[in-house]
């Protein structure tokens, strides 16, 4: 168990302003899963999914005061976190903002810019409170294990809203869809893993709470959730410790092995839309190479929406001008599949349909110089790194079957967002840390 330090920089906010940081943590991870306008609205034909609900505006304005609030207080230190800022996430939220130039909706584009500047303000106040990383651990895990309880007495009880019985009963709970309910079991299975390794976890609530996220990841029937799951747990155990300087070859190589079967399964489930069989997984060639299906209509959507791109291919459409439901500029993609997608099903090309060429080299950017800060990171606190480094894989890996990066209010997008301002800050607290270090230990020796 390591309980992570204090940080210069990171004690001076008062007990209201971190009352305020622990409810814009909790309030973040209600309103980016619940439905918009907490309307359980499954067709997708709401003008509140397509507008957006004035709930909706009031749910996240007020957050975005809240952090206002926090960081006019303490604008110094805030400033001098958004200068270290990742450069390249920087230009692409000034991109995504210059894109209303020639957006056929400059007023969508403006608002739904505005949405990622303020979840950048957001992040930049939770790192001014003291141990920014235990405290989103904690309350992040606590918030998601209410919703996971809320969504099984949703499932058990009102199964007209909490299960999906187009899609063989799979579980929803109180949130849009199954793969969400996945995704928020298989993060809270990450997030107990490192709750344990950070500070001390009774055995008892440990154990009771992977078991019942477990169970809510089984009954979602979420196949990219689960494979995420085991893939998370194994690259943050793999990086979380010097392996490279130990003795512990074998546990060292089992993990790497594990990580790569997990990778390996994940790509034969983009391809074929389901896990291998037990025939497969002895012959993965054959599996990999053989028969494919149109990963449950996503390559249709795929095909049309490159119809689109084709016509704005350097600059894009507009951020956030295309899936805004019927009678928008996706409505050719309605007309053809004859349901209501809201977005392809692949976030790096919704990226090249909304901000071009341009916007997905500056995406590519962004994430090679994370990859790059996070090495700096793991010099100076591996845990962190650690647990980072497996956000950045889970959101990178994901986003070639579901639309999250740079995507508003969508939870993975928020938790992104808060992942690229936690390293860059982290890093320059440590960094100052160590310099104070040098020049006590200099003044001792004078």
Same mark, same amino acid.
């Not at 106040?125 to 949703?154: E, K």
């Given at each position: 168990?390591?309980?992570?330090?204090?940080?210069?920089?990171?004690?001076?906010?008062?007990?209201?302003?971190?009352?305020?940081?622990?409810?814009?943590?909790?309030?973040?991870?209600?309103?980016?899963?619940?439905?918009?306008?907490? %309307?359980? #609205?499954?067709?997708?034909?709401?003008?509140?999914?397509?507008?957006?609900?004035?709930?909706?505006?009031?749910q996240?304005?007020?957050?975005?005061?809240?952090?206002?609030?926090v960081?006019?207080?303490?604008?110094?230190?805030?400033?001098? !976190?958004?200068?270290?800022?990742?450069?390249?996430?920087?230009?692409?939220?000034?991109?995504?903002?210059?894109?209303?130039?020639?957006?056929?909706?400059?007023?969508?584009?403006?608002?739904?810019?505005?949405?990622?500047?303020?979840?950048?303000m957001?992040?930049?106040?939770?790192?001014?409170?003291?141990?920014?990383?235990?405290?989103?651990?904690?309350?992040?895990?606590?918030?998601?294990?209410?919703?996971?309880?809320? %969504?099984?007495?949703?499932a058990?009880?009102?199964p007209?809203?909490g299960? !999906?019985?187009?899609?063989?009963?799979?579980?929803?709970?109180?949130?849009?869809q199954?793969?969400?309910?996945?995704?928020?079991?298989?993060?809270?299975?990450?997030? &107990?893993?490192?709750?344990?390794?950070?500070?001390?976890?009774?055995?008892?609530?440990l154990?009771?709470?992977?078991?019942?996220?477990?169970?809510?990841?089984?009954?979602?029937?979420?196949?990219?959730?689960?494979?995420?799951?085991?893939?998370?747990?194994?690259?943050?155990?793999?990086?979380?410790?010097?392996?490279?300087?130990?003795?512990?070859?074998?546990?060292r190589?089992?993990?790497?092995?594990?990580?790569?079967?997990?990778?390996?399964?994940?790509?034969?489930?983009?391809?074929?839309?389901r896990?291998?069989?037990?025939?497969?997984?002895a %012959?993965?060639?054959?599996?990999?190479?053989?028969?494919?299906?149109?990963?449950?209509?996503?390559? !249709?959507?795929?095909?049309?929406?490159?119809?689109?791109?084709?016509?704005?291919?350097?600059?894009?459409?507009?951020?956030?001008?295309? &899936?805004?439901?019927? #009678?928008?500029?996706s409505?050719?993609?309605? #007309?053809?599949?004859?349901?209501?997608?809201l977005?392809?099903?692949?976030?790096?090309?919704?990226?090249?349909n909304?901000?071009?060429?341009?916007?997905?080299?500056?995406?590519?950017?962004?994430?090679?110089?994370?990859?790059?800060l996070?090495?700096?990171?793991?010099?100076?606190?591996?845990?962190?790194?650690?647990?980072?480094?497996?956000i950045?894989i889970?959101?990178?890996t994901?986003?070639?079957?579901?639309?999250?990066?740079?995507?508003?209010?969508?939870?993975?997008?928020?938790?992104?967002?808060?992942?690229?301002?936690?390293?860059?800050?982290?890093?320059?607290?440590?960094?100052?840390?160590?310099?104070?270090?040098i020049k006590?230990?200099?003044?001792?020796?004078?």
């Open positions: 168990m390591q309980n992570l330090p204090v940080l210069p920089g990171n004690t001076s906010l008062s007990l209201l302003e971190t009352r305020i940081v622990r409810l814009m943590i909790i309030l973040f991870v209600v309103f980016s899963l619940m439905p918009y306008g907490i %309307s359980w #609205d499954y067709s997708g034909s709401s003008a509140l999914t397509m507008e957006g609900s004035m709930t909706t505006k009031l996240w304005g007020s957050l975005f005061l809240l952090a206002t609030f960081l006019y207080r303490h604008l110094a230190e805030a400033l001098l !976190d958004l200068r270290a800022m990742n450069p390249f996430l920087m230009l692409v939220l000034i991109w995504c903002l210059a894109s209303c130039i020639w957006s056929p909706l400059p007023a969508t584009t403006i608002k739904r810019a505005i949405q990622l500047y303020g979840l950048i957001i992040g930049l106040s939770i790192q001014l409170a003291a141990r920014p990383l235990q405290m989103m651990v904690s309350h992040i895990l606590y918030t998601l294990m209410c919703m996971l309880v809320l %969504s099984f007495f949703i058990i009880a009102i007209s809203i299960v !999906d019985y187009e899609l063989g009963g799979a579980w929803r709970g109180a949130l849009s199954k793969n969400e309910l996945g995704q928020i079991a298989a993060l809270s299975i990450l997030l &107990w893993q490192v709750k344990a390794c950070t500070e001390n976890v009774g055995i008892k609530p154990m009771l709470g992977l078991l019942f996220s477990f169970f809510m990841l089984v009954m979602s029937k979420s196949s990219t959730s689960m494979i995420i799951s085991l893939m998370a747990t194994g690259v943050f155990h793999l990086l979380r410790k010097r392996y490279l300087s130990s003795s512990y070859a074998l546990t190589t089992a993990l790497a092995l594990f990580c790569v079967l997990v990778v390996i399964i994940y790509i034969f489930f983009m391809q074929e839309s896990l291998p069989t037990w025939q497969e997984a %012959s993965p060639i054959a599996g990999l190479f053989g028969k494919g299906t149109d990963l449950t209509g996503r390559t !249709d959507i795929w095909e049309l929406v490159w119809l689109e791109i084709n016509k704005h291919y350097l600059i894009g459409l507009g951020y956030g001008a295309f &899936w805004l439901g019927p #009678d928008s500029l409505q050719f993609v309605i #007309d053809a599949l004859h349901w209501i997608p977005q392809s099903h692949n976030g790096y090309l919704d990226v090249l909304e901000q071009g060429l341009i916007g997905l080299l500056l995406l590519i950017l962004t994430l090679a110089t994370q990859v790059r996070l090495v700096v990171l793991s010099r100076l606190d591996r845990q962190q790194a650690a647990f980072w480094t497996t950045l889970i959101v990178v994901t986003n070639f079957t579901e639309s999250s990066l740079f995507r508003g209010f969508v939870f993975q997008n928020v938790f992104f967002m808060f992942s690229m301002v936690a390293v860059t800050s982290t890093s320059r607290r440590l960094k100052l840390q160590a310099q104070a270090g006590s230990q200099q003044k001792k020796l004078h």
